[in-house]
């Protein structure tokens, strides 16, 4: 049964950081991209960041030079180290994977996870 799972969200002050994790599960996570996107009440999902197959790595422009996406394959892993975190971050954020390569549209990505609330909040 393919699964992805996000874990690691919480609040925090402005200025903090955290890490997400994307652990898969069922599938080889390898061959496929993960997507990290989120969505905060009110507001449309958007893109964060992606991580290709090969490593490649995207960031949404708002969130550039604060995030930081990797990938641990033999743990089976995806993570996203946020800094300096600030309030425009709070969202619920959701990992979701596709086949090598990373893509701007949510809509070609599967397998989401369930999501995992970040609150920046004073």
């Known amino acids: 049964q393919v699964q992805l799972v996000e874990s690691g969200g919480g609040l925090v002050q402005p200025g903090g950081s955290l890490r997400l994790s994307c652990a898969a599960s069922?599938?080889?996570?390898?061959?496929?991209?993960i997507g990290w996107f989120r969505q905060a009440p009110g507001k449309e999902r958007e893109g964060v960041s992606c991580i290709s197959s090969s490593d490649g790595s995207t960031y949404a422009d708002s969130v550039k030079g604060r995030f930081t996406i990797s990938r641990d394959n033999a743990k089976n892993t995806v993570y996203l180290q946020m800094n300096s975190l600030k309030p425009e971050d709070t969202a619920v954020y959701y990992c979701?994977?596709?086949?090598?390569?990373?893509?701007?549209?949510?809509?070609?990505?599967?397998?989401w996870g369930q999501g995992t609330q970040v609150t920046v909040s004073s």
């Open positions: 069922g599938f080889t996570l390898d061959y496929y991209a």
């Open positions: 979701a994977r596709r086949f090598r390569r990373c893509v701007s549209s949510g809509t070609d990505f599967v397998s």
